[in-house]
Nanobody, 114 residues
Framework: VQLQASGGGLVQPGGSLRLSCLVP????????RSWYRQAPGKQRELVASITAGGMVNYAEFVEGRFTISRDIAKNTVYLQMNALRPEDTAVYYC?????????WGLGTLVTVSS
């Protein structure tokens, strides 16, 4: 079972990107949907998460620039990223978790550079 993340690319500093993640319908009882990122040479870190009840949580480095959302009917979770910085360059992974396991996608590369 694999999630499909998309929407990454090359963007200039200050620009925006919207990441999408299609979650297989076979994953039931999702309790939390999340975005992580991993920059070269660094550990994977949580960017944002949203619970089944709609509570959101953001990493401190987000500083109000990103918004996580989900469309349950479309089995999709989004990450709107604004005011991107070079230090946001990373592979972004979506993840969902239920009572059985945590599931991951392959990741989508975001490069912020002029």
């Amino acid at each position: 079972v694999q999630l499909q993340a998309s929407g990454g690319g090359l963007v200039q500093p200050g620009g925006s990107l919207r990441l999408s993640c299609l979650v297989p319908g076979s994953i039931r009882g999702i309790k939390i949907r999340s975005w992580y990122r991993q920059a070269p040479g660094k550990q994977r870190e949580l960017v944002a998460s949203i619970t089944a009840g709609g509570m959101v949580n953001y990493a401190e480095f987000v500083e109000g620039r990103f918004t996580i959302s989900r469309d349950i009917a479309k089995n999709t979770v989004y990450l709107q990223m604004n005011a991107l910085r070079p230090e946001d360059t990373a592979v972004y992974y979506c993840s969902v978790a239920n009572h059985l396991s945590q599931y991951w996608g392959l990741g989508t590369l975001v490069t912020v550079s002029s």
